[in-house]
């Protein structure tokens, strides 16, 4: 079959579906927009919980499935981004959509691709992760400036063309790497980044120089765990600035420039833009908090702003203490999916959802260091919160919690593509 | 071609509704746990343990030990002290009833 005929196909019988729902007769449609940790995970557990009950489509224009966790070890030379990445397949009868959505028309519950076909649903969830506030970093608009200064905050070509000019960097250079203020994807991902590189120069620029400009006041996760190792690890290398609000980029001079005016020249400069919701959520409207996060119902991840779509992962507003991560997007898939097929059969959510967070951050190629914490719903502050006493932090760096991250790896991207 | 395209449709429109069974609360709660100990508690790593198919005691006992700080740990300690003592014997329970190979699909 033609991909237009099979798109065309898969519109005419959803929309069918969608339309015979109403009187309670057909298969409900769950449409997953992004198959990253949160998409893909809510469109396995829909179809695992609904006993395949439900069909779902997944759209996702990639065909493969990049791990932006553990890509910074791709920086620090102990792994290829090939470790990383895996193919898309279709499993657990999810129909997999290689496609961008253009549009969703809430009202209708209908929404159009970019390829030119309409599909309609039951229920919507949104997982588009985030997408780059430009506009923030003028220097950064200008021709060729995004080739030159990257960003590698999304794991893929970014990563392997940071690693390149790393490598290319002349011993006794500077790599500068600039972080937006918080909130942003991946707390801790900043200055495990540091580590990597650091890791790399010591091995084999043992001159070279990285120079961290945070806009934060201090490191924002696992910081006394972090600076004691760059302490006993990477002495007169890792250089960290606070209070460094990057203002605007001068691509060409490679320059980072502070809201202060201050200016630093590096010879590789990353810079981690400021980030909002994915596209496709702004446009639609989900991002109701400052325009740039998704509200949603923490028992059952519906967005505040539109009945019927689900909002995912990094791009929701996030509850107090909820990092931005691939584990929390795990979790709030699961919540989500649960919902979807409670709400579907005509039952109330769980009123008593349970999240987890871990993310390992690795300070060499094989020590690692950790952040952990549980959230359960409070139903009097209608949020999720930190379970008093639970979480906390690794005592040191130890190659045993190394082992550890690499078995989460392996679990979690089963658990997320089947 | 044209045979194809008309089964779907019709397979799509002609499909009846079937309500799904409802969750089971163990199953939600040890979803919490699948991101490092594999979808329902089969892993597939080395160095972490398998928690489906493990007897219910044997994982009550564990998880409550890790609770108290019995038993030592990098990370399980801080993990159990998110759960009452009613949610780690409903997780016991689930995993037990897993088998160990792809336990869930």
Known sequence: ?418 | MKHLLFAILLSAAGAVWAEPSAIPPGARLAATCAACHGTGGDTKGSTLPALAGQSQQALSASLHAFKTGKRESTIMTQIAKGYTDQQIEQLAAWFAAQKKTEAAK
């Open chain 1, 1 to 418: 079959m033609k991909r237009r005929q099979f798109l065309q196909a898969t519109g005419a019988s959803a929309l069918l579906a969608g339309c015979a729902t109403i009187t309670g007769q057909a298969k409900p449609h769950i449409v997953v927009i992004g198959g990253g940790y949160g998409g893909a995970t809510a469109a396995r557990y829909v179809r695992m919980w609904s006993e395949h009950a439900i069909d779902v489509t997944l759209i996702e224009p990639n065909a493969s499935f990049i791990s932006c966790p553990l890509s910074n070890l791709v920086l620090g030379g102990s792994k290829q981004i090939g470790d990383l990445t895996m193919s898309m397949k279709a499993q657990h009868g999810i129909r997999i959509v290689r496609d961008t959505v253009a549009s969703i028309n809430a009202d209708k519950r209908t929404l159009a691709l970019a390829s030119g076909a309409t599909l309609g649903y039951d229920r919507l969830i949104v997982s588009p992760g985030v997408d780059f506030m430009w506009d923030q970093l003028p220097g950064m608009l200008k021709p060729g400036a995004q080739d030159r200064i990257l960003h590698a905050w999304k794991a893929g070509a970014q990563t392997t063309a940071l690693r390149a000019q790393l490598e290319a960097m002349p011993d006794g250079g500077t790599y500068a790497m600039t972080i937006p203020p918080a909130p942003y994807r991946c707390p801790p991902g900043p200055y495990e980044r540091a580590s990597q590189v650091a890791f790399y120069f010591s091995r084999h620029k043992p001159k070279s120089r990285v120079l961290i400009l945070d806009a934060n006041d201090d490191v924002v996760s696992k910081g006394p765990l972090f600076k004691k190792n760059w302490k006993e690890r990477y002495s007169g290398i890792i250089e960290y600035r606070p209070s460094f609000r990057t203002a605007d980029v001068d691509a060409g001079n490679r320059t980072a420039i502070s809201e202060l005016g201050d200016k630093v020249q590096a010879d590789v400069l990353n810079v981690i833009p400021p980030q909002r919701a994915g596209s496709i959520a702004v446009q639609t409207g989900l991002a109701n908090a400052n325009g740039r996060w998704c509200g949603v119902d923490f028992l059952s991840f519906e967005s505040t702003q539109a009945n019927n779509i689900h909002v995912l992962g990094d791009a929701i507003a996030v509850a107090p203490l909820m990092p931005k991560s691939a584990h929390m997007a795990n979790q709030h898939a699961k919540v989500c999916a649960a919902a979807v097929v409670d709400l579907l059969a005509g039952r109330a959510p769980d009123a008593h959802p349970m999240l987890t967070n871990t993310c390992y951050s690795f300070v060499s190629d094989k020590d690692v260091i950790h952040v952990t914490s549980v959230h359960a719903y409070d139903a009097e502050k209608k949020t999720l919160l930190v379970v008093s006493g639970s979480g906390g932090v690794s005592p040191g760096a130890s190659a045993l919690e190394g082992e550890y991250a690499m078995n989460w790896a392996r679990n979690i991207w089963a658990d997320t593509l089947g």
